[in-house]
């Protein structure tokens, strides 16, 4: 008899853990809207460059600024410019995840490129960008600004070579 009781209560415990896992299931996500580009204020943060690499990291972030949560649902739209002339785009490497952003939350996608070898670009396929703009998944033709700034957060530039930005997947930024 005593047996039934604690079985009994050792499968509320168990249920009720799971439904508070389940709680932060992508397919909850669903439910909320996707993240819209006018919601999003973007950043793009250059890394200090590793010794002896002829490839440069960085970091694309958004935060949502809309009054409710979005789904950040794939890799964004990210190309940095020189003036009207030659462009890098940024490419996904990967499978992506949803990635829930509450108000004021935040969203991270690492980013590797091409570096000159040099103090400057050198190269024919070398550029210092102007600018770049980024969008949303699937918010095509809403491009936004990305200010570009180092990792003190003072205004730079990236030295680019070639046309292609390799994107790690979107993940949530910690903290």
């Not at 005593?2 to 992508?26: E, N, Q």
């Not at 990291?57 to 940095?80: D, I, Q």
């Amino acid at each position: 008899m005593r047996k039934r009781p604690l079985t009994v209560a050792a499968l509320a415990v168990l249920a009720l853990s799971g439904g508070l896992v389940a709680c932060d299931d992508p397919r909850v996500d669903a439910l909320h809207a996707k993240c819209a580009t006018k919601n999003l204020k973007w950043k793009v943060t250059v890394l200090k460059k590793k010794a002896r690499t002829t490839h440069r990291e960085g970091r694309l972030s958004a935060v949502n600024t809309g009054s409710g949560k979005c789904v950040f649902g794939g890799y964004p739209a990210f190309r940095v410019f020189l003036g009207k002339g030659p462009f890098a785009n940024g490419v996904g490497q990967g499978r992506t995840r949803p990635v829930g952003l509450p108000s004021g939350g935040s969203v991270v996608i690492d980013f590797r490129y091409r570096d000159p070898a040099g103090a400057g670009p050198a190269l024919g396929d070398c550029f210092t960008n102007g600018h770049a703009v980024a969008a949303a998944p699937r918010d095509t033709g809403n491009d936004a600004m990305a200010p570009i700034q180092d990792e003190k957060g003072r205004e730079t530039g990236m030295d680019v070579c070639g046309d292609v930005i390799r994107m790690a997947p979107p993940r949530a930024a910690a903290g």
